[in-house]
Nanobody, 122 residues
Framework: QVQLVESGGGLVQAGESLRLSCAAS??????YGWFRQAPGKERDFVAY????????YYADSVKGRFTISRDNAKNTMYLQMNSLKPEDTAVYYC?????????????????WGQGTQVTVSS
């Protein structure tokens, strides 16, 4: 049974940092991604990483501020978020994709976590 469990969300002030974790169980996937969804908006791509960490890609809105990484020994993915802005406020979801090619569309991912709230105050 596949499970993805996010943690690490919270309330921070603008300019501060947070690190999200996504613990996976059940199997290893080819690609893992982070998405976010603000109230009343669609779920947007944030970043993806290949299972061995050799391929990463970021949305322009977070490039240079966020870093995606994986610890294969723990089967856990991370999202280090620095210089947070109020517009980063959203529920953050981790996702896993079985396909061998990287994708940024949410419908290309097969499994999802329950989400963790990130709120950045100004």
């Amino acid at each position: 049974q596949v499970q993805l469990v996010e943690s690490g969300g919270g309330l921070v002030q603008a300019g501060e940092s947070l690190r999200l974790s996504c613990a996976a169980s059940g199997r290893t996937f080819t690609y893992y991604g982070w998405f976010r969804q603000a109230p009343g908006k669609e779920r947007d791509f944030v970043a993806y990483i290949r299972w061995n960490g050799d391929n990463t890609y970021y949305a322009d809105s977070v490039k240079g501020r966020f870093t995606i990484s994986r610890d294969n020994a723990k089967n856990t993915m991370y999202l280090q978020m620095n210089s947070l802005k109020p517009e980063d406020t959203a529920v953050y979801y981790c996702a896993a994709r079985s396909g061998i090619t990287p994708r940024v569309a949410s419908w290309e991912y097969d499994y999802w976590g329950q989400g963790t709230q990130v709120t950045v105050s100004s």
